[in-house]
Antibody, heavy 117, light 107 residues
Framework: QVQLKESGPGLVQPSQTLSLTCTVS????????VHWVRQPPGKGLEWMGV???????DYNSALKPRLSISRDSSKSQVFLTMNSLQTEDTGIYYC???????????WGQGVMVTVSS | DIQLTQSPPSLSASLGDKVTITCQTS??????IAWYQQKPGKAPRQLIR???TLVSGSPSRFSGSGSGRDYSFSISNVESEDIASYYC?????????FGGGTKLELK
């Protein structure tokens, strides 16, 4: 069945780089788009970026200078890398599957990232 | 990026009420808007896409409407399981955007 699971370090120091992995199963990354969404504690959702099925990427313009999304289709993994982390980057990070158009049908459980020294 | 202004930020309703949440976009999005529900500690769940298309499994008491820059989401006959936060999301451009969210509470 379709599954997505985020993984990565729970704690990152300020100014360091965050690396997260979204490992998927039950579908091919060359057939579906994968988005990243984050949520600071007690706050709303923020769309971060996407890697389209064809391999192109698009980003939230506010995050674009320090955000990169890539994938290894053979390993069914999508990677998020964000540098120059600050405390306001603390939150839950989710990946999800975009089937077609605006249809998002599966989400990962999310991974909590805390930025603190 | 397109900006979404969602209101109200919070909403108090009694069971059986009808509630409406609005989302205004900074430019015409040609009805490319979706609505999500999120319960505490859970990932969001899509309820509606393309303004008014109910996603499979979404209860029929949920509905959406709108055009241009103005959109709304309604719940008729609020049930206890509807207590959650709701978000609009535009996908008219390659860079998507969420609204600020609405927290629905029981009166």
């Amino acid at each position: 069945q379709v599954q997505l699971k985020e993984s990565g370090p729970g704690l990152v120091q300020p100014s360091q780089t965050l690396s997260l992995t979204c490992t998927v199963s039950g579908f091919s990354l060359t057939s579906y788009n994968v988005h990243w969404v984050r949520q600071p504690p007690g706050k709303g959702l923020e769309w971060m970026g996407v890697i389209w099925s064809g391999g192109n990427t698009d980003y939230n313009s506010a995050l674009k200078p320090r955000l990169s999304i890539s994938r290894d289709s053979s390993k069914s993994q999508v990677f998020l890398t964000m540098n120059s982390l600050q405390t306001e980057d603390t939150g839950i990070y989710y990946c999800n599957r975009n089937n077609y158009g605006g249809y998002v049908d599966y989400w990962g459980q999310g991974v909590m990232v805390t930025v603190s020294s | 990026d397109i900006q979404l202004t969602q209101s109200p930020p919070s909403l108090s309703a009694s069971l059986g009420d009808k509630v409406t949440i609005t989302c205004q976009t900074s430019q015409d999005i040609d009805e490319y808007i979706a609505w999500y529900q999120q319960k505490p500690g859970k990932a969001p769940r899509q309820l509606i896409r393309y303004t008014s298309t109910l996603v499979s499994g979404s209860p029929s008491r949920f509905s959406g409407s709108g055009s241009g820059r103005d959109y709304s989401f309604s719940i008729s006959n609020v049930e206890s399981e509807d207590i959650a936060s709701y978000y609009c999301l535009q996908y008219a451009t390659l860079s998507w955007t969420f609204g600020g969210g609405t927290k629905l509470e029981l009166k």
